[in-house]
């Protein structure tokens, strides 16, 4: 394996690198606290509570992975700091998958993959999954034909633009009334399942 370069390009694998990426607490709780924007391992350290050397560890790791990247380098007190970010890949539709190459797709999948299990493991962690009233849960797979995995696509599609309009409403209420926003997680992923079987699992809805 060869090491990456300071943008995080490496030659570890788009799969292995999230099953890595995702495999540490810490590197999780790294990862999500990029999210919030960019940040020195100084920083990172601060936001995770962790020891800096610690946290210079898995910083370290996750440049050669593939899932961080060096956005700046700035002059500190004659010491060149270097700034971390992950790629900013937050949404792609089943237009923007076609216009990709096979290369740029992994790669789509592998940002997004990340982002989703690292938020949902650090918001099980920090006890908003089991606290959140309005906290929704679910998975299954559906059985359908060609026609209904167009439907789905486009309600999914559908539910993602009404989530655009609900944010923004909330943020111009929160301008008027000088409310604070609460961060809400939503990830959506929709795709054709590894395997195929008859009937998914009978899961009553609660």
């Known amino acids: 394996m060869s090491a990456s370069d300071q943008n995080g390009k490496t030659s570890r694998g788009h799969q292995e690198a999230v099953s890595y ?36 560890h898995h910083v370290g790791e996750l440049l050669e992975a593939g899932s961080i990247q060096v ?7 004659s010491v060149d700091q270097r700034f971390y970010a992950v790629p900013a890949h937050w949404y792609v539709s089943d237009r923007g998958m076609r216009e990709e190459t096979e290369e740029e797709r992994q790669e789509s999948c592998r940002v997004i993959l990340e982002a989703m299990v690292a938020e949902a493991l650090a918001g ?14 679910t998975w299954t797979w559906f059985n359908v034909d060609p026609q209904g995995r167009e439907e789905i696509a486009d309600e999914q599609l559908r539910s993602w633009k009404r989530l655009e309009e609900i944010e923004a409403a909330a943020a111009a209420r929160c301008a008027r009334s000088g ?3 609460t961060s ?23």
């Open 179 to 181: 409310t604070a926003t």
């Open 124 to 137: 099980f962690w920090a006890g908003k999954l089991t606290s959140d009233p309005r906290v929704f849960l």
């Open 184 to 206: 809400v997680q939503v990830s959506s992923v929709g795709f054709e399942r590894a395997r195929s079987v008859p009937n998914p699992p009978c899961v009553p809805h609660r």
């Open 71 to 77: 956005e700046r380098t700035e002059k500190v007190r």
């Open 21 to 56: 990426a995702v495999g540490h607490r810490i590197r999780v709780e790294i990862l999500a606290a990029l999210h919030e924007g960019s940040a020195s391992a100084k920083e990172l350290a601060r936001r995770v509570r962790q020891p800096l050397s610690t946290v210079t």
